[in-house]
């Protein structure tokens, strides 16, 4: 039998404990884990436990009695009792996994799960964008770039017939809009559109614009900007607003607007002053007479209604004119009739038409429709007398006949100006298929046809000039007298010219 017994795999240790040494205190040793080390000495009688207990019993005594001889010295127990527990700090060190101590201070796990979801929307998002072409804006005109291999200088060469402003490549810029991203194109030439849009959506920018937008109906816009041209305005040329800003300053070449409505171009010389109404003035921006309604077209319904209730007032051989007034509702979006209280007669019309503070609000005045009976529908100086208003004014004439004529025009600030009724009405008609006119062939022997009214000398002339050998001389020699074509409906002539 073996002297020395593996205390410490008895009782859960590492190592063994050597008996014959005679240095340690066994009972002082375990005497406070023997509640912990009774379950290994009862498994002790499985071993040969009983026949080690006679031998090991001799060498407890000198063991107490050595005890007792170190009992005075105290300073040698207590370096060693901590040797043997020594193994606790060094498992100190294993205490960086105690100082991991990233899930005590985690993110809020809802917060976590909505950066998640964020996340998961933001990619889903950016991947619905990859797929949407950029579009092509200018000009009131949308239009998807689907070439994806199509350049900026590309681009502008392709629209320049549609747009001439374009023509220009050194006065022409572009930008890339993409959400609150604006880029601008230093190489139109060698920029691929597609590759540029690309571009941004990798970019970090562009993904925490995704997280942060409100609003995410995103469009990449390619857009051109047209530059002034880079010679400006001469030294020696000045546009002012008063002659009294001119003479202030005085350029030899000026350029003044005068009361009468016309700018007039003022040389100052050292031999005098020349004034005269100015032909052209590259400088200042091309604009033309017109009206462009932010309004939709009346409803063709209402149109109707007012057609109808003017012929009303044709009835049982009595002529009378009568007055509709047309709102838009800014509520409730739509357009509203009014017919006002009115006093009328074949050829006039007095309406009262009281200003309602509470309506102006709510409704915005926005035409006057009032009736020719069977007259033409033309306007006439008593009209140009009332209608001084700057608003939309329309006139019907012919009521009498299946197509009445309708005449449009604006007033503004005392200047009126026609319009076609197919800009503010529904369903006048001002457009049909170019293959309808290559039907039609003019014979030679036509000729225009006169009203009755007209001069006979007209009529005399066109008879003789049937005769005439060419249709070409028939037409100039009748233009030369100046012969009149029949007052057609105003939006027949439309349609002719549309």
Request: charged letters at 30%.
């Amino acid at each position: 039998m073996s002297d020395n017994l593996d205390f410490m795999a008895i009782f859960g240790g590492e190592g063994s404990l050597d008996l014959g040494s005679g240095g340690e205190d066994f009972d002082a040793l375990f005497a406070e884990k023997e509640p912990a080390t009774q379950p290994p000495e009862e498994k002790a009688p499985k071993t040969t436990a009983e026949t080690t207990q006679p031998e090991e019993a001799p060498a407890e005594a000198p063991e107490s009695e050595e005890k007792k001889e170190d009992a005075n010295a105290p300073e040698e127990k207590a370096p060693e009792a901590p040797t043997q527990p020594a193994a606790a700090p060094e498992k100190k060190p294993a205490a960086p996994k105690a100082a991991v101590k990233l899930p005590a201070a985690p993110a809020n796990p809802f917060e976590a799960a909505m950066r998640q979801v964020e996340e998961k929307i933001t990619e889903d998002l950016a991947g619905e964008l990859l797929q949407k072409p950029p579009v092509f804006q200018f000009g009131g005109v949308t239009e998807e770039i689907t070439d994806p291999k199509k350049t900026f200088e590309q681009l502008r060469k392709e629209k320049e017939e549609d747009f001439p402003e374009l023509e220009d490549g050194k006065r022409v810029s572009w930008t890339m809009e993409y959400g609150k991203i604006s880029k601008t194109i230093p190489k139109p030439k060698d920029s691929v559109i597609h590759a540029m849009k690309a571009e941004i959506e990798k970019s970090e920018g562009f993904r925490d614009m995704l997280k942060k937008a409100k609003d995410r109906d995103f469009t990449c816009k390619v857009r051109p900007h047209i530059a002034a041209q880079s010679k400006g305005i001469a030294s020696y040329k000045g546009l002012f607003s008063s002659l009294e800003e001119m003479e202030k300053a005085p350029k030899v070449i000026n350029f003044v607007p005068a009361r009468d409505g016309h700018v007039y171009e003022i040389r100052c010389l050292e031999s005098g002053r020349f004034i005269t109404k100015a032909r052209n003035i590259p400088e200042l921006s091309e604009i033309q007479e017109g009206f462009t309604s932010n309004l939709p077209l009346i409803p063709f319904e209402l149109v109707q209604q007012v057609i109808g209730f003017f012929r009303s007032c044709m009835r049982d051989g009595a002529e009378t004119e009568a007055l509709v007034r047309v709102y838009w509702n800014r509520l409730e979006e739509r357009f509203l009739l009014d017919i006002p209280h009115q006093k009328v007669s074949k050829a006039r019309i007095f309406a009262d038409i009281p200003i309602d503070p509470g309506k102006e609000d709510g409704l915005l005045h926005y035409a006057d429709i009032h009736s020719h009976n069977s007259m033409a529908a033309q306007f006439s100086d008593i009209d140009d007398a009332d209608e001084r208003a700057n608003r939309l004014y329309l006139v019907m004439g012919r009521l009498n006949q299946y197509f009445p004529e309708v005449s449009a025009r604006i007033c503004n600030g005392g200047t009126f100006l026609p319009v076609h009724p197919g800009n503010v009405l529904e369903g006048v008609p001002k457009a049909f298929p170019d293959w309808w006119s290559n039907r039609v062939q003019l014979l030679e022997d036509s000729f225009p046809i006169f009203a009755a009214e007209e001069d006979r000398g007209y009529t005399e002339l066109a008879q003789t000039s049937q005769e005439s050998k060419t249709r070409e001389q028939t037409l100039a020699r009748i233009t030369a007298k100046g012969a009149k074509w029949h007052q057609a409906p105003a939006w027949w002539k439309g349609a002719m010219a549309a």
